[in-house]
């Protein structure tokens, strides 16, 4: 019969990536496959075949393939991402299959802003500066820097609301008295990025 032995010996992985960088899955098959079946959210994206290779319908999903040995692999590429790509890849080879499908999760990295960049601060004087994270999915978790110490939480407040296109926005208040000139810097981390987005915010100490 027609490829009664070969199975995907690895499967893809989960990833989470910034919208509109790339997604990367692999499926690795052994030797006598005939087609693997790529599908996003249940839908069929891309096929390859061991006879024609490749058969790719949309710009969006492409593929790169690879020889191992006796092992094939295929890389499906999703271009551009985007928030609603998110939920299972799965690469289908038409055989029962446990170790087949993975998660992808889109993320969007929106924007961070401390509307003053300089403020002039008295003695004894307790301010609240206001750092605003509009437009990012999932909500950012923030924290606060006082030159380069990590700030309390205890020392500021952060309110999470529901943006528009089912993006979310975060307030984040910091009450402090300042003793010294200093840098503050606001700080919003989502999983994808590779390091937190960031808001300075110089304070300046007059003691005259």
Excluded at 49 to 58: D, K
Aim: glycine content about 6%; hydrophobic content about 35%.
């Amino acid at each position: 019969g027609l490829g009664c032995c070969y199975s995907i010996t690895k499967g893809p992985e989960n990833a989470t990536v910034l919208a509109g960088s790339e997604a990367r899955f692999n499926c690795t098959v052994s030797a006598g496959w005939k087609v693997i079946i790529w599908l996003s959210k249940g839908s069929p994206v891309l096929t390859v075949t061991s006879s024609q290779g490749s058969l790719e319908t949309t710009e969006r999903f492409t593929s790169q393939n690879y020889t191992t040995g006796d092992q094939f692999t295929s890389e499906l590429i999703i271009h551009n991402t985007q928030m609603s790509d998110s939920g299972r890849v799965e690469c289908s080879i038409q055989q029962p299959s446990d170790n087949n499908f993975a998660f992808l999760s889109v993320q969007v990295n929106g924007s961070l802003l401390i509307k003053n960049s300089t403020l002039t601060v008295k003695e004894n004087q307790t301010i609240e500066i206001v750092c605003e994270a509009l437009g990012w999915a999932p909500a950012p978790d923030i924290a606060w820097m006082r030159n380069d110490s990590l700030v309390d939480k205890s020392s500021y407040v952060t309110l999470q609301s529901p943006g528009s296109h089912g993006l979310h926005n975060a307030l984040s208040t910091l009450t402090l008295t300042p003793r010294d000139t200093e840098v503050l810097t606001c700080l919003a981390d989502i999983e994808a990025l590779p390091s937190p987005q960031n808001a300075t915010v110089t304070l300046i100490f007059d003691n005259s």
